[in-house]
Nanobody, 125 residues
Framework: QVQLVESGGGRVSSGASVTLSCVVS????????MSWYRQAPGQERELVAT???????QYADSVKGRFTITRDSAENTVHLQMDDVKPEDKAVYSC???????????????????WGKGTHVTVSS
C-alpha cells in the first residue's frame, strides 16, 4: 500500500505564511501528478494546486499568486507554501498523488489515486 502523511497545519494569523508538506511512502511505483485539495466546513472538496511529474504547476484562481506547490521527486514529497493566508483559506488540506500500477494478470497499467488524511489550517484574523 501507499501512505501519504501531511504535516505543517495549525493556526495561522491572517496575512502570515505557512508551508504544508506531504511525504509519500510504501509501494511507490511511478508518481505522476501530486496535488493539494482542501475542504472547508460545509463545502465540497476543491483542488487547490497540482504539479505534474515534469514540474508544471496549476492553481485554483482563489490561491493563484499566493500559494506555491513544489515537489521533490527524489524524496517523494510535495509541499504547499501558503503566503498571505486569508480567513477563507481555513480548511482541511489533503494531499493526493496519482501513480501508475500494473493491472494484475495483464501487461496494462492504470492510474491509481492515493490520499492522505489531511491537516487542518485555521486562520485567525
Amino acid at each position: 500500500q501507499v501512505q501519504l502523511v501531511e504535516s505543517g497545519g495549525g493556526r495561522v494569523s491572517s496575512g502570515a505564511s505557512v508551508t504544508l508538506s506531504c511525504v509519500v511512502s510504501g509501494r511507490i511505483t511511478k508518481i505522476h501528478g501530486m496535488s493539494w485539495y482542501r475542504q472547508a466546513p460545509g463545502q465540497e472538496r476543491e483542488l487547490v494546486a497540482t504539479i505534474s511529474r515534469g514540474g508544471t504547476a496549476q492553481y485554483a484562481d482563489s490561491v493563484k499568486g499566493r500559494f506555491t506547490i513544489t515537489r521533490d521527486s527524489a524524496e517523494n514529497t510535495v509541499h504547499l507554501q501558503m503566503d498571505d493566508v486569508k480567513p477563507e483559506d481555513k480548511a482541511v488540506y489533503s494531499c493526493n498523488i496519482e501513480q501508475t500500477e500494473l493491472i494484475p494478470g495483464t501487461s496494462f497499467s492504470e492510474f491509481v489515486d492515493y490520499w492522505g488524511k489531511g491537516t487542518h489550517v485555521t486562520v485567525s484574523s
